[in-house]
């Protein structure tokens, strides 16, 4: 039985926003405390524990996630060009990292990829009505009723 779009295949399942009961818990024991127990890794990182440290800037220094890459819409090859020209310029000037580079970079190829096949079917349907006009205006000049 397929699934309606819009509607939960459970219905009587996890209802949004419940939270677990694990997160729950941790929010209680470390929530009265939270404030002296940041002071106690900090002053530990500053007498040189490594894994308070670690500790420390991780909470301090969150992970950056990938920042949004805007580039010109492709419509055409030529676009592709452009778009990747720019996500070069950027790898190559610092804006981006290697890592942040790479999906708009298959973005691009993705995009590529998938115009090809649309190119090639408008460019045969061209053509056959182009062959079509010519069959039509061949068809008074021959002599040979073909």
């Known amino acids: 039985m397929p699934f309606k779009k819009g509607q939960s295949g459970n219905p009587a399942g996890r209802p949004v926003g419940l939270r677990n009961r694990r997160t729950i818990a941790a929010e209680k024991l470390f929530g009265e405390d939270a404030e002296a ?14 894994v308070a440290l670690l500790v420390c800037l991780d909470r301090i220094l969150r992970r950056v996630k990938a920042r ?35 999906a708009p970079s298959k973005q691009v ?16 349907r061209a053509l056959e009505s182009l062959l079509a006009q010519m069959k039509e205006r061949s068809r008074p000049f021959d002599r040979f009723g073909a």
């Open 68 to 102: 949004p890459v805007e580039f010109p819409p492709i419509a055409r090859a030529a676009d592709a060009a452009v778009a990747m020209d720019g996500v070069r310029r950027a790898l190559a000037g610092g804006k981006l990292s290697a890592r942040e580079a790479a």
């Open 109 to 124: 190829a993705n995009t590529v990829r998938t115009a090809k096949p649309a190119g090639r079917e408008q460019r045969l």
């Open 37 to 50: 127990m940041a002071r106690l890794a900090i002053e530990l990182a500053e007498k040189g524990d490594r």
